[in-house]
């Protein structure tokens, strides 16, 4: 596939070189402009670029960026991206360790995927965004392996939801269905499920028990 990578962290960094050792047809991009990743694309065979030319014709497009960046990505991003491009989401709001305050989630009652669909104009599929990064080259393992780690998977979008799901699967990692958008506040930050390493029934009683109540520590 062709895949838009925007934001070249830690995650982003990983799921270059994941994706491009697995064959995808990577672009990755980061706010600081292509010449800063001139290593990342020497050694992956990624081509670096822009954020609008990583979504273009991108089937999929990850967003995994500072929650407070979110709004200062080009406007129209992904109207160049393919029909039916999948949007994910690795996000997370800390609002007292980096993003401040953002009223929509701390008085609107908006999951921080919610927020940040509203800013790209476009569904997304939250997964990732409570995975250790460096688990994403070390941790991988074949389906059926009894130690292989599971993540929890949310969107409204269905069809960009399978299509996220068996991505996750090609990287060496089973998926729980985690429900839509609205209730992605089950895998964000201080939640039972974010950051465990676990299989498939783990995660899923780790969403069952969430509850929508951020604690202060995670409030502005």
């Known amino acids: 596939m062709k895949i838009g990578i925007i934001g070249a962290g ?72 393919a029909e039916g491009v ?10 007292k360790e980096r993003d401040g305050r953002i009223d929509a989630i701390e008085d609107g009652g908006l999951t921080e995927s919610r927020w940040t669909e509203q800013h790209l104009g476009h569904r997304v599929v939250k997964v990732f965004n409570g995975t250790y990064a460096q688990d994403l080259l070390e941790r991988p393992l074949p389906a059926g392996d009894p130690e292989r780690l599971a993540v929890p998977v949310a969107s409204d979008d269905e069809a960009a939801k399978r299509v996220v799901r068996a991505l996750a699967d090609e990287l060496g990692f089973d998926t729980v269905d985690a429900g839509g958008i609205d209730e992605s506040w089950r895998q964000q930050p201080a939640t039972p499920v974010y950051g465990l390493r676990a299989g498939v029934e783990a995660v899923t009683r780790a969403l069952a ?6 604690p202060a520590a995670h409030r502005a």
């Open 10 to 81: 830690n995650i982003g960094g990983n799921l270059t070189r994941r994706l491009t050792a697995l064959g995808h047809e990577v672009a990755v991009a980061n706010s600081r402009g292509p010449e800063t990743l001139k290593e990342l694309a020497e050694e992956t065979g990624a081509k670096a670029v822009t954020a609008a030319e990583a979504a273009s014709g991108a089937q999929v497009v990850v967003v995994t960026v500072p929650l407070k960046n979110v709004p200062d990505l080009p406007a129209g991003l992904l109207d160049g991206a």
């Open 86 to 95: 999948a949007v994910i989401d690795t996000g997370n709001y800390y609002p």
């Open 209 to 214: 028990e969430a509850s929508p109540e951020r």
